[in-house]
C-alpha cells in the first residue's frame, strides 16, 4: 500500500530531488523539505491503514515497484550524514542512483 501512495506523489518528490541535485537547494533544506514531505505522505498512509473502507477500495499498482523503499532510504540517509557515516558526496550518489532508477 505504501508503494501506491507515495507513488502517487512522486511529483513531488520529484521536484524535491531535481532541486537537490541541481544544486537549488542545499542538503540542509533538501533534509527539511523531504523530511516533511516524508511525514505527510507518510500519514497520508497510515490513515489507509486505519479505515478500513478506504482498504477495500483500494487498488493496488506494480508502478514505482521500491519506490516507498528507496524514499525511506533517502530517509534514513540524512541520519548517517549527521553521524559522519557518509558523506555528502556519497549521499548525493545515492540520491542520483535513486533519482535515474525512477525518473528517467
Known amino acids: 500500500m505504501d508503494e501506491k ?58 508502478e514505482g515497484n521500491g519506490f516507498a523503499t528507496a524514499r525511506g532510504g533517502i530517509f534514513r540517509s540524512f541520519e548517517e550524514v549527521e553521524d559522519e557515516i557518509c558523506t555528502k558526496l556519497e549521499f548525493n550518489n545515492y540520491v542520483k542512483n535513486i533519482f535515474s532508477r525512477f525518473f528517467k
Do not use: C, G
Open 5 to 62: 501512495i507515495f507513488w502517487t506523489h512522486r511529483e513531488e518528490f520529484l521536484l524535491i530531488l531535481n532541486q537537490f541535485l541541481e544544486n537549488t537547494i542545499s542538503f540542509d533544506e533538501f533534509e527539511t523539505v523531504f523530511t516533511l514531505l516524508y511525514y505527510e505522505i507518510n500519514e497520508q498512509a497510515n490513515m489507509y491503514n486505519r479505515d478500513l473502507a478506504k482498504i477495500e477500495k483500494f487498488q493496488p499498482s506494480t
